[in-house]
């Protein structure tokens, strides 16, 4: 069993690495500019460190020996990363400025960005923001013809150019006014049918509440029962307050419905045979030439993702 004892010396990998590439210790010394005597100390360091032979030296030859071709690999792999590790700090080191312009759907927008927005600027407070609000559709429109960098959407529409981190699960929810309905508690369940007789309040074409709603409705053959909406409505929260003053039922955000001041106002109804569960994903076009700021935003989501899928339970909502 190989054993290391102390960390081992880069510069040492750095010259193994050579060796194998050059095949020759003397070439090896020429690339490096070392001289041909501290290119064997490297090896015989290593060698004594891994208590192992890396090379089978002829006078006309070079050859790993096994246990030199499973270093090699590792090698490789452990200079790679420390590259990686010194761009990585080079970039983080630098007085970073410049501005990140991010488009995001109207749920998002409250209950997602204010939060890594915050994050991001306590350890990058050089970048600055320009951050647009958008239905889902115009927003991933505007990153395909690059007028936005960043998204975050609660709509996945396929494109081989986009790529998308799902963030967290939402389910959309039908409410009525308290006083509607007044047989039925909250979350009781009613038929398709039933919504003929409601004025329903509906978003925007383009929003990801809409299109799921729709193509749920589609599914059962009842897209015609919000064909006589009363209104169309950008915000969630308009919506929710028009629903308090009876204009009509509206289909909202679970999420947004949590933190609405109008939560305690409305009745929320199930609709049989009617699931409407949805996605939120941030997303990006994989064609985008990454900046200095760029990269290290899209890696603080990735990484912030991560974390934000540990503390959101959808079945906590």
Do not use: W
Request: charged share 25%.
């Amino acid at each position: 069993m190989y054993f290391m004892e102390d960390i081992m010396d880069f510069k040492q990998l750095e010259t193994f690495i050579t060796i194998v590439k050059t095949k020759s210790f003397t070439k090896t010394a020429d690339v490096l500019y070392i001289t041909q005597p501290s290119v064997t100390n490297h090896i015989q360091a290593l060698e004594s460190e891994l208590n192992t032979s890396l090379f089978v030296r002829t006078r006309r030859s070079v050859t790993l020996t096994q246990a030199g071709s499973i270093v090699y690999k590792h090698a490789l792999n452990i200079l790679s990363s420390y590259d990686e590790i010194i761009r990585d700090l080079d970039i983080y080191s630098q007085n970073l400025k410049g501005t990140l312009n991010i488009c995001v759907s109207s749920v998002p927008r409250k209950i997602i960005l204010p939060d890594l927005i915050e994050k991001f600027s306590n350890s990058f407070p050089d970048i600055s923001f320009n951050i647009s609000n958008d239905d889902s559709r115009t927003v991933i429109d505007s990153i395909l013809v690059g007028e936005t960098d960043f998204g975050i959407v609660g709509l996945k529409i396929s494109n081989p150019k986009l790529i998308y981190t799902q963030i967290m699960d939402d389910h959309i929810v039908y409410v009525v006014n308290k006083d509607a309905y007044p047989d039925l508690k909250n979350y009781s369940v009613i038929s398709i049918d039933d919504l003929k007789n409601d004025k329903i309040i509906l978003r925007e074409i383009g929003s990801g509440t809409r299109q799921i709603v729709e193509d749920e409705l589609k599914r059962n053959n009842a897209l015609n029962v919000i064909s006589n909406s009363v209104a169309i409505i950008h915000d969630t929260n308009t919506i929710l307050e028009l629903v308090t003053k009876g204009v009509g039922s509206g289909f909202v955000s679970q999420r947004m419905l949590n933190i609405s001041p109008f939560k305690d106002k409305v009745k929320i109804l199930n609709i049989k045979n009617i699931y409407l569960n949805r996605k939120f994903y941030f997303v990006y076009n994989k064609n985008l030439q990454f900046s200095n700021v760029n990269k290290i935003f899209k890696d603080f989501m990735v990484e912030e993702i991560n974390e934000l899928k540990k503390g959101l339970d959808i079945n906590s909502i």
